[in-house]
């Protein structure tokens, strides 16, 4: 029978889905994004080569694998064609096993003028690569779509139209002027277009007919998602489950023999603005910064570090359903001499154990936690659970008895061999 996974970002984002859907889509016939755009930076190491995928799917490094760019995902595709040409330079043959749907919306230069304008109105701490305008555009109607590139009259029609109303905003409500020209923006994206044009598909009706397994690959991470993450300090599109069906057109049916994976670090990150009560502002989360590499992929800015965060974390385990964790950076902790988890909130002296829709509780939130012994022994490169320290194996049991879901694989460096499965935890679980 087909068994699909789905691998998605249980924190902020930045988990490691990256490294961990590189090594899983060795065992699958193709990999699907599905939402988000080149927000994402999806990072692998090859031996010793650095890969950052930000639209393709990242399990198109392995040669076997079909990628999809499915319709919920908003692409520049200046940016994706630039993707795919660096990769061929670098030996991958990528354009041929590319399949684009033709209903994905397109993100294009006005969309990044306005993402800079709001960002200077009113801080979220974007990546600035115009993706909520383009899903504003989108659900505004007034987007513009990969089909929509085959009648050259209505696109230009549709961008000199979309020009006029950002023009108008800017100007009239805002006084800043901006010197868009819909000829230049036509021309460049007819020149790319030209040649992706024959990788476009019903990329809905593709999967239908697909009998192999299918991995699909989630962008950001649940706590970014539009309806269920921190709002408003989140993406513009469905980072969690839920975006699975509208973002690939499949029916929700489809994936009921679904296995649901997420990705989380041992510790906690975040990008940009927005409520973060583990966070660490101090000496320790300098450390886990340093040791972590705590750098985005996509803009180079540097995260926000904190400690577990497993009421946040149960959050993403219900909502996406998860059947199993997938723990990454443990090596990070093993610098400390304690090491924290967040089991409750206390908001205005109440304790809560469920994280809560309103960004003031959010924000007033404070973390009770449950401290640990540190290992300060190495943890990297670990290949089974043996190698672990008795202390790094007590952590790991507590989150999955907090969590109730089996911690099914560990990923204990960068490089595509520094991983385990860990069954004896996992069966322990009941998993
Ligand atoms: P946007 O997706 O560029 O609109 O940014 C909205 C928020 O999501 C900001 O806080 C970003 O830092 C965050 N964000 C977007 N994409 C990623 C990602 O791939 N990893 C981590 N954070 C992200």
């Known amino acids: 029978m087909k068994k699909d996974l789905v691998v998605l970002g249980a924190q902020w984002g930045d988990e490691g889905k990256g490294k961990v859907v590189d090594l899983l889509s060795k065992d699958f016939s193709a990999v699907v994004r599905y939402q988000g755009g080149s927000n994402a930076g ?3 190491v090859v031996k ?3 890969f950052v995928l930000h639209l393709l799917p990242t399990g198109m490094l392995h040669e076997h694998t079909r990628g999809i760019v499915a319709q919920g995902m908003v692409l520049d595709l200046e940016l994706l064609v630039k993707e795919i040409e660096e990769l061929e330079a670098r030996g991958l043959k990528v354009m041929e096993r590319l399949y684009i749907s033709d209903r994905a919306h397109l993100v294009l230069p006005y969309h990044k003028v306005l993402d800079s304008l709001f960002e200077r109105k009113g801080k979220i701490g974007t990546t600035l690569r115009g993706i909520g305008p383009s899903y504003m555009f989108k659900y505004g109607r007034k987007g513009i779509r990969v089909c929509d590139l085959e009648d050259r009259d209505r696109t230009y029609r549709l961008i000199k139209e979309n ?9 009239k409500i805002y ?13 460049k994206l007819l020149e790319n277009y030209q040649k992706i044009k024959d990788r476009v598909v019903d990329a809905t009706r593709f999967l239908l007919g697909f009998e192999r397994n299918v991995l699909f690959e989630g962008a950001q991470g649940t706590l970014l998602d539009v309806d269920m993450g921190t709002y408003p300090y989140v993406t513009s599109s469905n980072a969690s489950a ?8 499949l029916p929700p049916k489809y994936f009921s023999n679904a296995h649901f994976w997420a990705v989380s670090k041992a510790y906690t990150t975040r990008v940009g603005e927005g409520p973060f009560p583990t966070e660490l502002e101090n000496e320790l989360g300098e450390l886990l910064r340093q040791k972590g590499g705590e750098y985005g992929a996509t803009t180079g800015r540097p995260r926000r570090c904190g400690w577990l965060d497993l009421v946040a974390l149960k959050h993403a385990v ?13 090596d ?3 610098h400390f001499e304690e090491v924290k988890v967040c089991v409750a909130y206390e908001v205005e002296g109440k304790v809560i154990d469920h994280f809560p829709a309103s960004l003031s509780w959010l924000e007033k939130a404070k973390p009770v936690y449950k401290t640990f012994k540190g290992w300060t022994k190495s943890t990297k490169g670990a290949r089974s659970i043996e190698e672990l320290p008795q202390e790094a194996i007590e952590y790991l049991e507590f ?30 679980a009941g998993g």
Request: negative net charge; proline residues 2%.
């Open 42 to 44: 999806h990072t692998v």
């Open 48 to 50: 010793g080569q650095k």
């Open 163 to 171: 020009i006029e109303f950002v023009k108008d905003l800017c100007e």
């Open 175 to 187: 006084c800043e002027n901006h010197s868009l020209s819909a000829e230049e923006i036509f021309e």
């Open 242 to 249: 839920l975006g699975l069906s509208n973002g690939t057109g």
């Open 318 to 330: 219900d909502i996406n359903g998860l059947d199993g964790l997938i723990l990454t950076k443990l």
């Open 332 to 334: 990070v902790l093993d």
């Open 399 to 428: 989150i999955q008895e907090y969590l109730k879901v089996p911690i099914v694989m560990l990923s204990t460096g960068p490089e595509r061999e520094e991983y385990f499965w860990f069954e004896r935890v996992y069966a322990k």
